[in-house]
């Protein structure tokens, strides 16, 4: 199996919160903290329907209190938060911390396992996509993330989230070369076949698929404000479309099914716009960050966001 040198988390932490400019007194409302960092998260609490607007984004806060925010891998490193409370105009700026993502040549890879070469394969590979855009378009409101998220699956970590990779190599089904360059949007954790997967945060199962084109054995698990665990290359699904599962529930088993170079659990989250049908403007964020952010502290014991954190 290719894998990359065992990083620790690419990105130091930001400190929970971070204070911008100024804020008007009607700012003290609002409270955004989180994983301030590029592939992060932003989690605002709020009166419920407030309005709030980051990156053209615009979210409305709900029954929970709150609205949530990924912020996308190649951000700006200011964070600009506007929107209209009942108190009155908001106007947070958060500052992030900057990713530093590898870059990695891999040379001698069978092409089959990054591209869709044969009829065969394309027809399959389309037939996925269409399962997965189904079920990255259904959302369901949940609060248990505000528990936390935790690792799915014991093992070191194989590859972190982030860096590109250029493949090189040979097409073993049709012998013609290919070489093509993509970010790593998961976080790949070294499990042998087998291996215990268990739910990261509290959700509902939108997809529990066990042959999809690249990746194999695959579970989608909902966890609400538009925040979607993806577990790729699984070996076995103990789970069900609809399913409500609690954190630390057994959801499968991992493995090396689809196109993977061998045994790993590939652990994604994406961040989707719920005030949108076009899925297009999602994007997926660092898992790996999501381990670090006390949801509770957010939800009750947020700080006034003009009160710069001490150093």
Not at 16 to 40: E, I, K, M, R, Y
Not at 236 to 250: C, P, R, T
Request: aromatic share 8%.
């Amino acid at each position: 199996m290719i894998q990359d040198m065992i990083f620790g988390v690419l990105l130091s932490w930001a400190g929970f919160w971070s204070a911008g400019a100024p804020a008007a007194t009607s700012d003290v409302a609002v409270q955004c903290g989180g994983a301030l960092s590029q592939g992060g998260l932003i989690v605002c609490q709020a009166a419920e329907g407030t309005e709030l607007i980051y990156g053209g984004y615009t979210v409305r806060v709900g029954q929970d209190g709150h609205a949530v925010f990924g912020v996308a891998r190649d951000a700006d490193l200011t964070a600009q938060i506007v929107g209209q409370a009942t108190s009155g105009p908001v106007n947070i700026t958060l500052a992030l911390e900057p990713r530093e993502d590898a870059f990695r040549v891999i040379e001698g890879l069978e092409c089959d396992k990054v591209d869709a070469r044969t009829p065969e394969q394309k027809a399959h590979a389309g037939e996925s996509w269409v399962i997965k855009q189904t079920a990255f378009g259904t959302f369901h409101s949940s609060e248990a993330w505000t528990n936390g998220f935790s690792r799915p699956a014991a093992g070191p970590p194989s590859s972190p989230f982030g860096p590109a990779r250029k493949y090189i190599g040979v097409s073993a089904e049709t012998g013609e070369p290919c070489e093509s360059v993509s970010v790593h949007r998961g976080y790949d954790i070294a499990t042998p076949v087998g291996t215990q997967l268990i739910a990261p945060a509290g959700g509902i199962v939108t997809l529990a698929d066990p042959d999809l084109y690249y990746e194999g054995g695959t579970i989608f698990l909902d966890h609400g404000h538009g925040l979607v665990s993806v577990f790729l290359h699984l070996s076995s699904i103990d789970v069900a479309v609809g399913d409500h599962v609690e954190q630390g529930a057994l959801l499968g088993k991992t493995g090396n099914t689809g196109r993977t170079t061998g045994p790993h659990l590939h652990w994604a989250v994406k961040w989707r716009h719920q005030a949108s049908d076009d899925r297009g403007g999602d994007f997926y964020i660092d898992p790996a960050l999501l381990l670090d952010i006390d949801f509770n502290a957010v939800a009750s014991t947020a700080p006034d966001p003009r009160i710069a954190p001490a150093p």
